[in-house]
């Protein structure tokens, strides 16, 4: 599709976001991004798969650009709003520090790309507590500011931190 992420590693290329870190979580399991308990390792794939599936595809270049130029900023706004008020109300039942409990797991991975989408499109979060509040922990962390969207060499400078 030609579309990122892509991960060139041990002889294979692999696509898609949740694939790679599922990839990386059997091959490389430390930090555990799953966790151990099936119960909560549904909620991650859960959230995860909400954000990935769910409200993350309908703001990709292509799906904008077909609702043309006038229409982004509203369209981005409603299809994120849509898909954050699912994802609160899940988050205020699963949620520790972060998505699913106290570690940072896969689902945690997918939220802080999709809130700085939200915020590129100037959601408003006072309806998102929840996920403002799990946000803020996970950019604490060192892991989630150098791997941050906008500090990656290929953003476009008006989007750069």
Known sequence: MKQVPALKIDGITIGQSLA?????????????????DPKKRAQVRMISDLIASGIQPLQNLSVLKQVGQENQL?????VISFGF?????IL???AGKYCVGDE????DLCLVPQVANAERFKVDFTPYPTIS????????LEAFQVSHPC?????PPELRA
Do not use: F, H
């Open 85 to 89: 008020n699912a994802l609160e109300q």
């Open 104 to 107: 940072v797991s896969m689902a």
């Open 133 to 140: 509040r799990i946000n803020k922990s996970l950019l604490a």
């Open 151 to 155: 500090r990656q060499p290929d953003t």
């Open 92 to 94: 205020r039942g699963t």
């Open 74 to 78: 509203t369209w981005a706004q409603e």
């Open 20 to 36: 790679i870190i599922e990839y990386l979580e059997e091959t490389r399991p430390t930090p555990r991004l799953l966790p151990q």
